[in-house]
Each structure stands twice: as C-alpha cells, then as structure tokens.
C-alpha cells in the first residue's frame, strides 16, 4: 500500500488479454450449452441443412464428379453455419447480454467493447471450425474426399465470413429489443445473402451475377472450391499457385464486407437496454 | 511526495441533451476515508458517479481517480478500481461461483473465489444458477464482484438499495472492514442510517449540484436545533399564544404557533432553551410535550431538498 500513495506513479494491471477473454469465452461456452436453442442452432442445424440440400438437390446424380459433390456439401455446410451458428446466435447472444445487463457489468471492469464482443465469437467460430473439420471427414467417407487444393483459403474462407457475418450480428443486435425479436431482425440479412452464396444457381455474368460475386458469403464458397478442388468461377482447375491469384477478389470482397460490419456495428451496436 | 486525493473532481459537468444532470461539481475523496453522496432521486448522483467511474466523459471539467483520467485512461485506473452499479445484470443461467470466476479471470490478482463468498455468506449457493438467487442474494454478488480485485477505490451506487434490514447491517459490517483495510470507497446512498453509520463525510447533492460537503457533525451544525412544547396555565387549561408572546431568545432563528403548539429554532440550543425554561416558571405556565433536540441528518437533508424544489421552479 506504501508505494501507492504516489498515485500516478503506480501499475495497477488487470489480467492479460488473453486471459480475459478466455475466461469470458469458457462461461459463454457454459452459457451455450445450457442453452438448448442455440445448441440446437450450432449443432443440428447445419448438419441438417446439408442433408436436406443433399436429398432435395440429388447430390451426385447429375454426374458431377465426386470431389467437387463432396466440396459443395461441405460448401453448404460452411455457409449454414457462419449464418446459423456465427450470426444467428451470435446476434442471440449479444441481444441477451445487453438485456440482462452482463455488457454493462464487462464494462466497468478491464473487459473492452471489443473483447466483449469477441469473447461470444470465439466458441461460435471454434464450433464453425469443428464442423467443417467433422465434415471433411464425413464427405470423404460418404462421397470421396473434396481435395486440398490449398488449405489455406479454407481457412481464410471460414475465418473471414465468420467476421463479417460476427460485425453484422452485432449490427443486427442494435437494431433488437428482445432475444425473441431476433427471429425477425436477423431475417433480412438472411434473406439477402443466402441466395446468392453459390449454393443455388444464380445467373452467370450480367448485372446479376456482378452483383451476386459481390455478395457477402459468396467469396466463401468461392474460397471452398479454390481451396478444396482448386476450380474457379469459370470451372478451371488451377494450380496451387495459381489460386492465390484466383482469391485476391473473393478476398478483397469479404475485407470490404468486414469493414462495412464493423462500422455498422459501431454505429448501432447498443450497450445497454433501452429505458 | 506529493499528495493527491484518490477521487478530485473539478467543475465537472454532464449533459444529455439540452438537460444538465451535472452542473459544475467538486469533490473530493481522501485516501482511505468514505464518502457518501446523498440526495434525491435525480439529483445527478449516478450522472457524477458514472464520470469518477469512468464510464462517461464530462463534458466540461476535470475527473481525477487515482492520479488520472478515469475515462481517458482507463486502463491505467480500472485495476485499482471496484466498481457496483446501481443496476448491472448477469448471466441467469451461470451459478453464483462461475460467475466469480468469470469475473475472476479479468483480473490482475483476484482474491480467492471461496474466500470472498464466505465474506458475503454466499457460500452455500455457490452452485446455484444467478437466476434462482434472491435480490438480496444477486445485490450481495455485485459487492463481490466488485471488492474480488482487491480495489484501492470502491465505487458503489446504492448499494444496500433492496436489502432486508439484516443484510443491510452485514454489507456495513463488510465495508467497515474494506475500510480498515484501507479501502476508500464512495457511495451513494438515499438511506440516512447509512450515511450516519458508515460515512467519514458527506456530500448533498441537488440539481446536479453538491450544495454541502463535510462530516456528519459539519453538515449538521449547520441547521438549527428545535424546541417544541405546547403551553399551559397553572390550572391545566391550553393557552393560545402568539409569536409576539414568546421571549426573546438569543439564538431564535425561527418561531411558529400551530394551534397551540410552539415550534422554536435555535441556533444557541442550551441558552434558549434556559430561556424558554425560566420564562415559562416566571409566567407559572407548565410546558406539555416539551421536547428539544440537535438536528439530525434527516433533518439537514430535507430542508435542503425542499430548497431544491424552490430552484427547480425558478430554473423553470
């Protein structure tokens, strides 16, 4: 206490980053498990979303060769669960914390705005992860093996719409009085992406197409076939070098919409509950 | 060494729109000492203490807490600093204790969990999800929460606001001992016992205003004592006096007859009351009800409330 009485001369630490945000994850890890819907959310759905694409789209029937059937189940499974398990519940999340008041609490301690943020993403992403590394096997096994053209833009695939779709969840958040609400305000976004993600047919080259590759999760599945058979948008098999070059503009697509989010999330994101 | 006080606030101020809620406030609070900050319900006590947290910028003037700018630079108070809420949330699905630890893992050097839940007789809802809590159980949380880092500065708004009178009485016991240990610690508070039992000094606040800093005793001194009584002749009958009736008095700040009932304000409590005494034995009239006493707190706070209303009034 002696050496505190020259108050602007003493460190007064708080715990390291790292450490912080770790110990706000593992509670929001035990936060997501005790929350049914959202396990739900994080564990069946994107599961059950590619199986029903899988019967409904009669997967490998039209004679597409195995591994790009295998990369665009795993594709789909991707996308479903960046806007289920990263925006949906995320969003869910950020909702719930302000209304009970816990974001208003993390604030007056060492937690920053930011890490605040980040402390529910980390699971949601690390299960995107977990899924996508569960799914690779499962499609090996079931179809045959997607490729590994270049890992590193699966990677950046999963990690990059995590953080544009993690900035509009929290955009989405300030615009949500209630963790029911969410059902609502999340559907436009949903509404707006999930069709032109490469999942479903869009119209090749014109205005529609332009505007489709600009698209939030379009980069991501984009990145998926780069990445996993190494094929670009026109059905060309690149090397592995050749697909660096490939995935400058999907790239550059998903850094934009990340800056976007950020911004809309400073500029709605709320703290604390309307009174 | 220099010394610097480990709250100094000067000519601070805070605005929500066109409506001050902050208007120009100095304070401080002294190492080691409480001080409790009194005063209506919107009187700007949260505004002010939102800014000693750090919470908000004043939007005129200066905040000081532990030699810096609790908002500027935050990071290099917030170690020092326990901070209570009036209304901060949790999680309701996490137990008492995974909170602690929640909480635990963003600091520096965290007490240990079961020692600061046995301080607050938390103990044995350790377990139990922050959702099943009593308010008095969840207000008993926040207080641990924010003493876990061993703070330099306790912050607290209203802390005992919603506490059975028993749980009331051990948060005190447990600030006594914060105290002891060296803990300064600001509070607000809207319950005069509080104030009284726990607080080195006092600060009134009205209309974003500190209209009167000092101890207990300072602030009180400042009132006038009362005499009361209601007069009787010899006989027994009530006597209907007037003000021009009653003695002149040395101390007399004040006199009121209501129906028979004398009201005295004195600022020389001991000689007028003499006064009142033998001027009453040389009438021969008998003084029922007599009553005369010091002012309290209570009393000092609400003639400085009702004064507020008056300013709101010529403000509007």
Redesign the interface.
Known sequence: MNATIVAGRVARPTAPRTRRLLALARSEVLLLVRNRTALVNAVLLPVGFVALFAVLGGVGGDGTPGPAVAAGVLATLLVVALMFVVYYNLTTAYVARREDRVLQRLLTGSTTRVEALLAPALPAVVVTLVQLVLGYAAVSVVIEPPGTANPLLVVVAALGGAAVLGALAAATAGFSRTVESVQLTTLPVIVLILPFAGLFPTPEGGVIGAVARCTPLRPVTELMALGLTGTDVDGQTLTFVETFGAAVLPIAVLAVWTVLGVLAARRWMRWAPRR | ????P?VSVRGARRRYGRFEAVRGVDLDVR?GELLALLGTNGAGKTSLVELV?G?APADAGQVRV???DPYRER??????LG?M?Q????????TTA??M?????????PRPVEDVLDDLNLTARADVRVGSLSGGERRRLDLA?AILGSP?LLVMDEPTTGLDPESRRAVWRLVRGLLED?VTVLLTTHYLQEAEELADRIAIMRAGRVVRQGTVAETVAAEPARIEFVPHDGAGARLLLTAADLPSLPGLVGAAVDRGRVRLQSTTLQQDLEAVLNWARERGMRLEELEARSASLEQAFLSLAEDADVDEEVAA
Not at chain 2, 1 to 4: F, P, S
Not at chain 2, 101 to 109: D, E, H, Q, V
């Open positions: 060494m220099t010394y610097e480990i190492r947290e919470l532990l030699g810096h990071a290099r108070v917030v170690g020092g901070v809420l209304e901060a949330g949790f999680s309701p699905d996490l995974e909170t630890r929640m909480w635990a893992g963003t600091l520096a050097r929460l330099e060296g």
